[in-house]
Each structure stands twice: as C-alpha cells, then as structure tokens.
C-alpha cells in the first residue's frame, strides 16, 4: 500500500507557465513533508519542506501549500523555466525518523 | 565539501550471486540512508544506519542487509540475486540523523540482475 501518492505521473507546462504537482497522504501520524527534484543520472535534492503547522512554505519560485484536513500538499512552481525540466518527488516522515515514504514521481518538462 | 560518493556506478551480476555496493557520506555526517528506486515502485526506503546502529529498516527481505563503519561510511550486501533486484540503489546521508535535517543524496548504484 502505497502511503504517499502523487499526481500526475506527468506534466507538460510552457515557459513562464505554473507547475503544479499534488500528493496525498493518510497516515496522520507523517509530520514532515519534502519535495525532492531528480535529474537524469542525479540522485534527489531536497527542494523544499514543510511541516503540518504552517500552511503555506515559499522558497524564490518554489512554494509548498499544506492542507492538514484533507490531508493534502502540493507543489507550485511559478515561472517554470527548462532548466526545472526533471523528475518530483514528494515525500513523508514521522516521529523525526530519517524513513521516508515517497511518491510515485512527476516527470516535468518545461517547454521553451 | 565532496558529495556523497557511491561505488561502483555501475554492476552488473547473475541470478543467484551476491553483490556488495559501498557508501561514503558528506564529511560529519552520521546517518546514512539506503533506498531501492525502480520505475514500477519508485524510491523505496531500505534502512538507515547512525552511529553503526541500525536505526529503521524498511520491508524488505533478509537478502538485503547492511552495516556502517565507524568513519560512517556504509556498505550494503544483497545476497541471493533476483531478477527483480535491478534498480539503482541510492544512499542518502545527514548531519544529525534527524528527519528535519538535509539529506544529501548519492548518484546511485545502477545493479542489473541477468
């Protein structure tokens, strides 16, 4: 059983458009949410993060939005440009352990 | 500071053989994580190792164990290839072993299994 699942598995946006991925959790005990972006040939780097007390995490053009009831967040990335072209990963922990449950990925490509 | 390094990029084995990958983590670091990335289940988490104790360890069979050493780098064996063993095995490392803190990942281990 899959604990974290994202959408969509793909993602086409035009340069300077809005890119949006989601991920959805049911484990209410998860307290710590990463979003991780992977190039061909790279592992992942850590994005950004949230936790569940705040709503909303912006960091330049990346910004998380967190809805705890409905146990929700996403990932907004505004001004897309070629270079985030890559594979996006979220994720969840619990307990402030270093296991983390991820997503299924979203492949984006941002056309010129 | 150097990256976390992983040897060899690539392996490749028969059904049945063992194979050991290796992991060196950033310079401090106390905590290294292994996942198993495939296209069908994604980046699955493997266990993780602080201090040379092992901390978590996810659900995965016996076949796949590990250890680290007191310079914190880390080794992980699988036993008993299977087919479905070919993935890229990812290590991740931070400072404090804490969820909160950075994990800084490797390029990964491409295993292929014939």
């Known amino acids: 059983q899959q604990q974290v699942k994202q959408s969509p598995q793909s993602l086409i946006v035009q340069k300077g458009g809005i890119s949006i991925i989601n991920c959805a959790y049911e484990?209410?005990?998860?307290?710590?949410f990463p979003w991780y972006q992977q190039f061909p040939g790279k592992g992942p780097a850590l994005l950004i993060a949230?936790?569940?007390?705040?709503s909303e995490k912006k960091e330049g053009r990346f910004t998380i939005s967190f809805n705890k009831s409905a146990k929700q967040f996403s990932l907004h990335i505004m001004d897309s440009q070629p270079g985030d072209s890559a594979t996006y990963f979220c994720a969840a922990s619990k307990g402030n352990f270093n296991k983390f449950y991820f997503g299924s990925g979203t492949k984006l490509n941002v056309k010129p | 500071k150097a990256g976390v390094t992983q040897t060899p990029r690539y392996l490749i084995k028969t059904r049945g053989q063992q194979v050991t990958l290796s992991c060196s983590p950033i310079s401090g670091h106390r905590s290294v994580s292994w996942y198993q990335q495939t296209p069908g289940q994604g980046l699955q988490f493997l266990f993780e190792?602080?201090?040379?104790?092992?901390?978590n360890k996810g659900n995965f069979p016996g076949r796949f164990s590990g250890r680290q050493f007191s310079n914190s780098r880390s080794e992980m064996n699988v036993s008993t290839l299977e087919l479905g063993d070919s993935a890229l095995y990812l290590c991740?490392?931070?400072?404090?072993?804490?969820?909160?803190?950075?994990?800084?990942f490797g390029p990964g281990t491409r295993l292929t299994v014939l």
């Open positions: 190792y602080f201090s040379e104790t092992q901390r």
């Open positions: 484990n209410t005990a998860f307290d710590y």
């Open positions: 949230i936790r569940p007390d705040v």
């Open positions: 991740a490392s931070s400072s404090g072993g804490t969820s909160t803190d950075t994990q800084y």
